[in-house]
């Protein structure tokens, strides 16, 4: 079994505990050895289907730690949004512009009011966009967590749900192109992420909204110049029955 077919099987596991009550808000996952031997895949599978996990706001990894369920505020569902993207075509462009609306502040807030453990959290995800350049898939992966976290540590729980929920949409949508990014646009990336974490760090609020809007609009500039996916060819397939089936 491939790669993708462990990590769905461990977002499966999970989902299952979660559905029979022995995963709860709060509470810590079995570690990445235990996990592997229940599910009976690797520690690698673990670890990608953990961080699909917390990309989709389900777990959370606490420095030092483990991962546990998280058990603040839930988070919104993208669903509703989603449905609204596909009623009304979002562009890229729109996404992007609500998200500068979202994030640039909340870098600010994120500079004023980080923990040191927030802190710890983007050191660990902008050390994770260094190191997985070469898997534009989990690449998304630390990315999405790193701006989640960002969030996070702004300290508003209104920023931090609407921040997720926008995030869940976009990383639902990108991750059938990730692998269309370049090696530069990835370095590129994890370099901008590198600048708005230690903005943060240096508790300077002006340079992170600045290293934060700065990011997002050249991330956009970036994904507008990658070629269109090809389209699936189920498309055309679906629509000549159904004219069919109205004559």
């Not at 670890?47 to 505020?73: F, K």
């Not at 009304?88 to 729109?94: A, L, Q, S, V």
């Not at 453990?117 to 998304?140: I, K």
Request: glycine share 6%; net charge positive; charged share 25%.
């Amino acid at each position: 079994m491939g790669t993708e077919g462990s990590t769905d099987q461990v977002v499966s596991f999970v989902r299952a505990l979660i559905d029979r009550g022995r995963l709860r808000p709060g509470d810590r996952l079995p570690a990445e050895r235990e996990l592997a031997t229940q599910i009976g895949v690797s520690r690698p599978s673990v670890r990608a289907g953990l961080h699909a996990l917390a990309a989709m706001g389900v777990v959370r990894s606490r420095h030092g730690s483990g991962t546990y369920i998280p058990d603040g505020p839930p988070l919104l569902g993208s669903e509703p949004l989603s449905f609204l993207a596909a009623l009304h075509g979002f562009t890229r462009d729109e996404m992007y512009e609500a998200r500068r609306i979202l994030e640039t502040e909340a870098a600010g807030l994120a500079a004023e009011r980080a923990s040191s453990e927030h802190l710890a959290t983007l050191a660990e995800e902008v050390a994770g966009l260094f190191a997985n350049r070469d898997n534009p898939n989990l690449f998304l992966v630390h990315d999405i967590n790193f701006h989640r976290s960002v969030a996070e540590a702004a300290r508003n729980a209104i920023v931090g749900a609407l921040v997720g929920m926008v995030s869940a949409l976009y990383y639902e949508r990108r991750r059938e192109t990730a692998a269309l990014a370049s090696d530069r646009d990835l370095r590129d990336a994890a370099e901008a992420h590198r600048r708005i974490y230690q903005a943060i760090r240096a508790r300077d609020a002006e340079a992170a909204r600045r290293a934060m809007n700065e990011h997002l609009l050249q991330a956009a500039r970036y994904q507008a110049q990658e070629p269109a996916p090809p389209e699936p060819s189920v498309k055309v397939e679906t629509r000549v029955p159904h004219r069919r089936r109205l004559k």
